[in-house]
């Protein structure tokens, strides 16, 4: 089991920047992909960010060149820096961990969840 809680939401004007936090514990020697995903009420979760155990990270195009997925063992702790946010990243953002090492960006993937944290970006 892995357990994973997220922190660092918030609301913020567009451009501006927020750091969102993922402290992972529990059977970490096994864990594979890490991943962030956010969602909008009524929409599908969608697939934003991913590290492998290897430090391989993937980007959505869409925040590409403001966001940067970065991790901390040391610390346990997954980090997603955005910036230059804009209202359409307005979302609640979770972060999942998979069994496999191998990344993917569907929901199915990952076996552990957050409960999420809510970003809000303003105009």
């Known amino acids: 089991q892995v357990q994973l809680v997220e922190s660092g939401g918030g609301s913020v004007q567009a451009g501006g920047s927020l750091r969102l936090s993922c402290a992972y514990s529990g059977d970490t020697h096994t864990r594979g992909c890490m991943s962030w995903f956010r969602q909008v009420a009524g929409q599908q979760r969608e697939w934003v960010s991913s590290?492998?155990?290897?430090?391989?990270?993937h980007y959505r195009d869409s925040v590409k060149g403001r966001f940067t997925l970065s991790r901390d063992n040391d610390k346990n702790t997954l980090f997603l820096q955005m910036n230059s946010l804009k209202p359409e990243d307005t979302a609640m953002y979770f972060c999942a961990a998979a069994r496999l090492s191998g990344c993917n960006t569907y929901p199915a993937w990952y076996s552990y969840w957050g409960q999420g944290t809510q970003v809000t970006v303003s105009l």
């Open positions: 590290i492998n155990p290897d430090g391989n990270v």
